[in-house]
């Protein structure tokens, strides 16, 4: 009979594979350390495990992260341009957009992309609570902040037909060249939606 951890052990390291970008050997690192590190550092991540289950929820209304039982700072913040809607994908993107200092305006948090081989579908997504949206805000423009590969691109041209028959304008982030990017070092559908989307100087 082969020696294996005890039960509990395994466990963790079942959990803890199950995470995204972690594998089976950094899972049992993970599990062993935890275990060596002894109380002091695992009832301070089972409190916060615990706390995240219990005390955060996602917003009706946009889709981001709030606190049980308190006002989305988002949805609630009057300095905010109620005209715009950004639409992402998940919410960690509202926080990266948010970081730029380049956008004031609301989000809407679709909660993935279609993506059929996945067996995600419109039913899936936030899509009847942005049209909810865009009707009740006096939404003039709505961005679509998705990635750019096959799903990204599918779930824009989704959202783009579905909102044609509002009058609101829809525009999608601009793509192409990194900056401080060469063209030795740009692939070639980046290089096509640079020329694409080139501006006037």
Not at 27 to 51: H, I, N, T
Not at 68 to 90: A, F, G, H, P, Y
């Amino acid at each position: 009979m082969s020696l294996e951890y005890p039960v509990p052990i395994q466990r963790l390291i079942a959990q803890l594979k199950s995470l995204p970008g972690i594998g089976p050997r950094s899972a049992e690192r993970m599990a062993l350390w935890l275990l060596q590190s002894g109380r002091a550092r695992v009832l301070p991540l089972a409190d916060a495990l615990q706390g995240i289950s219990t005390q955060v929820e996602m917003c009706h209304d946009c889709g981001f992260f709030l606190q049980r039982e308190t006002e989305c700072l988002l949805c609630t913040n009057d300095k905010r341009n109620r005209e715009i809607i950004c639409v992402v994908e998940q919410a960690a993107d509202v926080l990266r957009l948010e970081r730029s200092r380049a956008y004031q305006g609301q989000y809407h948090v679709l909660g993935g992309k279609l993506s059929p081989l996945d067996n995600v579908t419109p039913d899936d997504l936030r899509i009847e609570a942005l049209m909810r949206r865009v009707a009740e805000l006096p939404a003039t423009e709505v961005i679509l902040a998705l990635s750019s590969d096959v799903e990204g691109e599918a779930t824009a041209h989704y959202l783009a037909d579905a909102l044609r028959s509002s009058s609101v304008s829809i525009s999608r982030l601009a793509q192409g060249m990194p900056a401080g990017g060469n063209l030795d070092h740009v692939d070639e559908l980046t290089l096509y939606q640079a020329l694409q989307g080139r501006r006037v100087v």
